[in-house]
């Protein structure tokens, strides 16, 4: 046994942990290839199932495939994972910015196998975000079991995130763009080249075992300055749909608390939904790549009358899909949805002005797709490389970079979270790397207290009250019962120095009947943002901390805005 | 009163039992109780290196609207004032997180097996999980509420006894009740006394224990009984590494299911605290 232990600790120690980011760079790739095993794996299932089902698309009960998917997904998630629904991306986001990264191993499972179900029912829905969430669980129990720091483990999530993006769009960039902008948060040069290696990792895994089905197929455009120009107007109208889509998921899924019906059964119910809409408009079942291609190729025969229709109904498909219970993520339907706008604009415009050069519709179809992506994620640079990826090159790049800055800008200017961080940010939750709240989040309250403040007896005279002032430099003085020990109050030196002043006062007055009763305390449970926020409101620079009801210490402002400096000096400086 | 317990409260008799134990080893020990009521079947304990979610059963859902009634019953009859805990961070609308900051948590020997709730059973494994990854001790009750007369620690020589020496040590001196070591011989006697002397808790030892009982290497079951009815038995974990403990299984999964006594489990991650 010793024997063993002594070469474990030799090859641990010695070999694999000589460099730690050496140790980044090997583990991002084993993380990168887990990410793109599990898009191919989500992809060729979903692959399958699809082309299974499609005969059957054309018979009435089709409709029900959908809710039979998306009840199934829900039932699985609620009882035999206990997951709640969604897609997950927030819960990354949320640990990387409160824990480091952890998160639960079921998670690298539970809603790949969720979202076949629902997507490959017919629900509309993405898998994007199951597979991210998949590759960043992976990435962050792979961290635990190398024993790694937090700093470490985020960007092993990280690099699940960027695996899982470039193993479905073949896009190693957009993966790595994907990763920091979305769920890091952070450009730091040690993030980078792991999840750039994880990124690439990914792509390539996905390229060996799935040879010759990339996603979509490059297609090059031709842009003139008619399509920069154009874009402007088409920025406008992806940031329009965007708000319209972010607000109709969101708004379905207070809807669908409201109904008083067991979970699964809403699930059903959105997923009926989509079935009676699939019937007349199968665009909007599945996830819709291959809508998406047909229109990038240039292919799409549908009207314009219909397209604008399916904008809509894709919309409201997802939003029934999601919001109702179903599990899948809104990449995918946000292509399709983009796509589907930049052909209806494309088509509007030039058939008011027919005589206009232009690159044609499939590349407005890609600029509405960076548009969407822009707005709803607002993370202009993921759709930037995710769409120039597509594309194959960079021909793209001017009206793209307009699309996707003003369609972000206006939604941000709108929404000011991006669909990924509303609910965390309305919830207070969302601590952004080098933010105000992060750092602070990062302060121990146990370090800011100062406990050696004098306690007296809420029965002792004033003139014993003195003679302790004396011995002491503090200016605050919190009372207590001398039974129970419990808090009472506190005493400022300031607001009795009338009673001071009278020697007569001396022996008459009791410390419990000039003690202030009102003075806010905190606790050890409050945030130091929530600390600074009572101090603020009461215009105080210090503040009581009672736990229990027993005196703890004192907090001031001038302590914690010291620490803080501190903190951000240290944060600051790992680069 | 710094220290801080951490009690799930369960709504049901059984629940009852536990609180009052864990109010029992609170007053014992100089420990502040704080109950979390479940509006959720589960919750999200973020550790140093691990994320464990507990997935409860239905029973700690029963009758909501009696629940905070019931608890403060309980806080008032044992002279406590009720704290109740509320989450503040969700990782998941219906998935809070509850705080790893506790000194020392209750956890029943299983929280999501029907079947072991009452008889002693063996440990579930989210609790298997929390003890393994907690920096805080888990006290694990007995069934039905019963007082502790005395400390036992079993301490079998590896770095988690050591841990649980200590935590005994230091639980009996806060207790004011009377420490008794107890060794199951594998080694020589003077392997683990010099263990002890070693970790330097010689001293605390002589100052504080009553007594160290060498017990003869017998089928474990019959050594067992030498083990007081009454005593809180602290005792470490998991510390053996998981081959080990594969191959031989837990000893104290082994104690738990055999002794009917109150537990106090030091696990790998644990830091005794001061009390």
């Known amino acids: ?575 | 009163m710094n220290k801080k317990l951490l009690h799930i409260f369960r709504n049901t008799p059984f629940g009852r039992e536990t609180f009052l134990q864990s109010l029992y080893f609170c007053k014992k020990v100089r420990v502040m109780p704080i109950v979390y009521i479940p509006e959720t079947t589960k919750f999200l304990m973020y550790f140093a290196q691990d994320a464990v979610q507990v997935d409860l059963d239905n029973s700690y859902l029963t009758s909501p609207e009696s629940s905070v009634k019931h608890a403060t019953e309980l806080f008032e009859a044992n002279n406590f004032k009720p704290v109740f805990f509320e989450p503040k961070n969700f990782t998941a609308s219906t998935l809070p997180d509850i705080p790893t900051n506790f000194d020392f948590v209750c956890l029943p020997r299983s929280i999501s097996d029907l079947s072991s709730k009452i008889g002693l059973g063996h440990l579930g494994p989210k609790v298997r999980r929390i003890v393994k990854t907690a920096n805080f001790p888990t006290l694990i009750t007995s069934p039905v509420f019963k007082e502790w007369k005395s400390i036992a620690i079993f301490f079998g020589g590896s770095e988690n006894a050591v841990k649980a020496a200590k935590l005994g040590l230091r639980i009996g001196k806060a207790a004011d009740l009377p420490v008794r070591l107890y060794t199951i011989k594998e080694k020589d006697e003077k392997y683990y006394r010099n263990l002890l002397k070693d970790s330097g808790l010689e001293d605390e030892f002589n100052k504080d224990a009553d007594d160290w009982h060498f017990l003869e290497n017998n089928p474990f079951k019959e050594v067992l009984y030498e083990i007081p009815h009454d005593a809180l038995i602290v005792l470490g974990a998991f510390g053996h590494g998981i081959i080990k403990d594969l191959v031989f299984g837990s000893k104290m999964e082994k104690i738990q299911s055999i002794l009917t006594n109150n537990l106090l489990i030091a696990g790998p991650n644990c830091t005794v605290p001061y009390l």
């Not at chain 1, 986001?93 to 690298?108: D, K, M, N, P």
């Not at chain 1, 044609?360 to 930037?384: R, V």
């Not at chain 1, 403040?453 to 200016?475: C, G, P, T, W």
């Not at chain 1, 210090?542 to 302590?559: L, Q, T, W």
């Open chain 1, 1 to 575: 046994m010793h024997f063993v232990k002594y070469w474990y600790k030799f090859i641990y120690y010695r070999i694999f942990r000589m460099d730690d980011r050496l140790l980044l760079i090997i583990a991002g790739s084993i993380v990168g290839i887990c990410s793109g095993l599990a898009a191919v794996c989500l992809r060729q299932s979903l692959g399958a199932v699809l082309d299974w089902l499609h005969p059957f698309r054309h018979y009435w009960w089709a409709l029900f495939l959908p809710a039979a998917g998306a009840a199934l997904s829900s039932i699985y998630l609620e009882k035999v994972t206990k997951e709640g629904p969604g897609h997950g991306v927030p819960e990354i986001i949320y640990a990387v910015s409160r824990y480091g990264g952890l998160l639960r191993f079921r998670s690298s499972y539970s809603r790949l196998i969720s979202s076949f179900l629902t997507i490959g029912s017919g629900g509309s829905a993405g898998p994007e975000a199951p597979i991210v969430m998949s590759g960043s669980t992976i990435g962050s129990n792979l961290a635990k079991f190398l024993s790694l720091n937090d700093r470490q483990r985020i960007t092993l999530v990280g690099c699940g995130a960027a695996g899982a993006i470039s193993a479905i769009f073949n896009a190693p960039i957009a993966g790595l763009v994907f990763s920091i902008e979305i769920i890091l948060g952070e450009w730091k040069f040690v993030n980078i080249i792991p999840i750039a290696i994880a990124s690439v990792a990914g792509a390539e895994i996905s390229k060996i075992l799935y040879p010759g089905h990339t996603v979509f197929v490059h297609q090059p455009f031709n842009i003139v300055l008619t399509d920069v120009f154009a874009s402007l107007a088409l920025a406008v109208i992806t940031a329009i749909v965007s708000i319209i889509f972010t607000r109709s998921l969101r708004g379905m899924g207070k809807i669908s608390k409201q109904v008083p019906l067991p979970f699964w059964t809403r699930a059903g119910l959105g997923g009926c939904a989509v079935g009676i809409i699939g019937l007349f408009l199968p665009v909007v079942l599945g996830e819709g790549y291959h809508s998406i291609q047909s229109m990038i190729s240039g292919t799409y025969s549908m009207g314009i009358l219909i397209i604008i229709i399916s904008i809509a109904a894709k919309i409201f498909a997802t939003s029934m899909t999601l919001g109702w219970g179903g599990s899948g993520g809104i990449f995918a339907p946000c292509l399709v949805i983009g796509s589907l706008t930049g052909l209806a604009f494309h088509r509007t415009l030039f058939a008011l002005i027919p005589s206009l050069a232009n690159a044609g519709e499939g590349a407005y179809a890609l600029l509405g797709m960076a548009g969407l992506i822009s707005g709803m994620l607002q993370a202009p640079l993921t759709g930037i490389f995710l769409i120039v990826e597509i594309a194959g090159g960079y021909e793209t790049i001017l009206p793209l970079i307009v699309v996707s800055s003003i369609s972000a800008t206006l939604c941000h200017y709108i929404e000011p979270a991006s669909f990924y961080l509303k609910e965390l940010v309305e919830r207070g939750q969302l601590l952004r790397p080098g933010s105000d709240s992060r750092i602070l989040s990062d302060l121990s309250i146990q370090e800011l207290i100062d406990d050696s403040y004098v306690q007296v007896a809420q029965n002792m005279v004033l003139r014993e009250f003195l003679s302790v002032i004396k011995e002491s430099d503090k200016y605050l003085f919190p009372v207590i019962d001398e039974d129970t020990r419990d808090y009472l109050g506190l005493i400022q030196i300031n607001t009795i120095r009338q009673y001071a002043l009278d020697p007569g006062m001396h022996d008459m007055i009791l410390l419990n009947q000039i003690m202030d009763t009102t003075v806010v305390t905190g606790t050890l449970e409050n945030g130091l943002q929530e600390l600074l926020d009572m101090m603020d409101l009461n215009n105080i620079d210090i503040i009581p901390i009672v736990e229990n009801y027993k005196f703890i210490g004192m907090i001031s402002k001038a302590e914690i805005l010291n620490l803080y400096r501190r903190e951000l000096i240290m944060q600051t400086s790992i680069q």
